[in-house]
């Protein structure tokens, strides 16, 4: 559908989408960039085709809300087990859903789900305050540190099944192959028939899993360790994130942009400050709506681009677009 995006309204959707049972056999919904679309027709979609629903595209459906996707936990389902067969879905742009709640939602409810898109949803679109970008910090560091433990627990458990059947002595930890570091992970917890070999996806790879191990193929290694669901790019960069907001906090580093931040740094004086501050989630700089709006006159255009950068006043990187993703820091 997301071809007619630009004109696809809920009456266009609704008098499309039938009740006869013919529904039930779709396996990929497209509505990306449909964003006339409203929670009530695309439930309403779902309630149709969820049964063997594999591939769900919302982005940029900037009128959904967390409510849909509470909707599709409910009816993606089997008839025949009760299971979810959704293993994409791509929620990038939707910010009027919460971050935080999908990553919940999925993590409970879509049992299949090998990817899940969540780039410029409501805690990573437009201004966002410290406390709720630090929840969503929290809460995806606990969501590593789950993963972890299980990781942990099934290598364990390959370890000491190992001792069991080879001769005494032999030192597990320094002479795992390639093949026995497969047979280490359990198939069924792991993406183990994904071999896509591309690293870029998912989570940073646990150091402790190629120690003293050279020659380990590159899909084992960034593929087999991973969790069954791939957050496509979000720990890494909120990770990155959260480490200029410490900085920020911990107040030693110089990276105030405008002298108003430079007051609440503690380096000026100003008993009136009044300022609210936002910190550049890309360099890290910390300066004030006012200095912001003052500093993006200073636009350049590179050369055979189309589009408008806006340099950091302070170091020269680009500041997100008007709009776009900010760290409201708190007075
Ligand atoms: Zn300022
Ligand atoms: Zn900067």
């Known amino acids: 559908m997301s071809a007619h995006a630009s004109f696809l309204t809920d009456r266009l959707l ?27 027709a695309v439930c309403r979609l779902l309630d149709v085709c969820g049964e063997n629903l594999e591939c769900l595209e919302l982005s940029d459906c900037t009128l959904i809300s967390t409510s849909t996707i509470e909707h599709a936990a409910r009816v993606c389902r089997s008839r025949k087990d009760g299971k979810s067969c959704l293993v994409f879905l791509d929620l990038a742009g939707c910010s009027n859903v919460d971050t935080l709640d999908a990553l919940r939602l999925t993590e409970t409810n879509f049992e299949a789900l090998r990817e899940i898109r969540l780039m410029g949803t409501s805690r990573l679109n437009g201004r966002v305050p410290q406390d709720e970008f630090v929840e ?23 370890v000491r099944r190992a001792e069991a059947d080879d001769s005494p002595g032999t030192d597990v930890g320094n002479t795992v192959t390639a093949e026995d570091m497969m047979n280490m992970i359990d198939p069924s917890a792991s993406c183990i028939d994904c071999a896509c070999g591309d ?48 900085i920020w ?14 007051v609440m740094q503690g380096n000026m004086n100003d008993p009136g400050h009044q300022h609210q501050l936002n910190l550049l989630p890309g360099c890290g700089h910390v300066l004030c709506v006012d200095c912001e709006q003052r500093s993006r006159v200073h636009m350049v255009r590179r050369h055979l681009d189309n589009e408008y950068v806006y340099p950091c006043p302070l170091c020269g990187m680009d500041m997100p677009n008007p709009g776009g993703f900010e760290i409201t820091l708190n007075p």
């Open 249 to 262: 906090e911990e107040g030693t580093a110089p990276i105030a942009a405008c002298d108003h931040a430079m």
């Open 199 to 246: 690293a870029s996806r998912g989570e940073e790879i646990e150091p402790w899993i190629l120690e003293g191990r050279e020659n380990v193929p590159a899909w084992v290694t960034t593929c087999c360790i991973q969790p069954a669901l791939c957050v496509v790019d979000l720990p890494k960069r909120v990770k990155h994130w959260k480490t200029k907001l410490d």
């Open 14 to 40: 609704l008098s499309i989408v039938r009740d006869d049972g013919a529904f039930a056999n779709v396996q990929r919904v497209c509505l990306a960039g449909c964003n006339r679309l409203t929670d009530s």
């Open 136 to 158: 969503l910090a929290r809460e995806l560091e606990a969501r590593r540190a789950r993963w972890r433990d299980g990781i942990g627990r099934r290598r364990e458990d390959a």
